[in-house]
T-cell receptor, first 113, second 114 residues
Framework: AQSVTQPDIHITVSEGASLELRCNYS??????LFWYVQSPGQGLQLLLK??????LVQGIKGFEAEFKRSQSSFNLRKPSVHWSDAAEYFC???????????FGTGTKLQVIP | GAGVSQSPSNKVTEKGKDVELRCDPI?????LYWYRQSLGQGLEFLIY????????KSGLPSDRFSAERTGGSVSTLTIQRTQQEDSAVYLC????????????FGQGTRLTVV
């Protein structure tokens, strides 16, 4: 069965600084990969997804993520963080076919002025 | 419907009582998930329904928890003999079923056991 690890439970960055949130997965083949964001008091929203092709994918709100097969990683990045990016971020992995999506435990991002 | 709908949005119950939480997925979505999000915690998988297949109940924390999905659409999560540690936000999500499709989440039900 697949698994997802988000090693950082909580990250604090200054507004305007760059951001990288880590995600590692365990699966025998290349899965489908997702990042979701949960803003305070809101539901989860899809940021971006990777299925195949270009390993650097662009998402909403200026986020991007890079799939690295050799490292089994799908890290989320943003060059300059805004205060409104403070939220909880979840990485998710899904095998092909009609199989269960597995979510990581999340990384809570705090943005300081 | 336009999105995943959960009801009630808030529920306060006394310890020992049973509660039912409802999820209306997006029409046509064959897969439905329940998650629990305790204060300050991440997503805890509870149960997964996919079409007419037997549900994946591997995340249910105890036999006090159960869920059903009627007619491949609406789902009800039931917690019997609630305990204070059951207090959390219960989230429901649905997808078109295939792994490459986006999961759409409801706003959740905040359960408080007093």
């Amino acid at each position: 069965a697949q698994s997802v690890t988000q090693p950082d439970i909580h990250i604090t960055v200054s507004e305007g600084a760059s951001l990288e949130l880590r995600c590692n997965y365990s699966y025998g083949a290349t899965p489908y990969l997702f990042w979701y964001v949960q803003s305070p008091g809101q539901g989860l929203q899809l940021l971006l997804k990777y299925f195949s092709g270009d390993t650097l994918v662009q998402g909403i709100k200026g986020f991007e993520a890079e799939f690295k097969r050799s490292q089994s990683s799908f890290n989320l990045r943003k060059p300059s963080v805004h205060w409104s990016d403070a939220a909880e971020y979840f990485c998710a992995v899904a095998p092909g076919g009609y199989q269960k999506v597995t979510f990581g435990t999340g990384t809570k991002l705090q943005v300081i002025p | 419907g336009a999105g995943v709908s959960q009801s009630p949005s808030n529920k306060v119950t006394e310890k020992g009582k049973d509660v039912e939480l409802r999820c209306d997925p997006i029409s046509g979505h064959t897969a439905l998930y329940w998650y629990r999000q305790s204060l300050g915690q991440g997503l805890e998988f509870l149960i997964y329904f996919q079409g007419n297949s037997a549900p994946d109940k591997s995340g249910l924390p105890s036999d006090r928890f159960s869920a059903e999905r009627t007619g491949g659409s609406v789902s009800t999560l039931t917690i019997q003999r609630t305990q204070q540690e059951d207090s959390a936000v219960y989230l429901c999500a649905s997808t078109q079923g295939h792994g490459n499709t986006e999961a759409f989440f409801g706003q959740g039900t905040r359960l408080t056991v007093v």
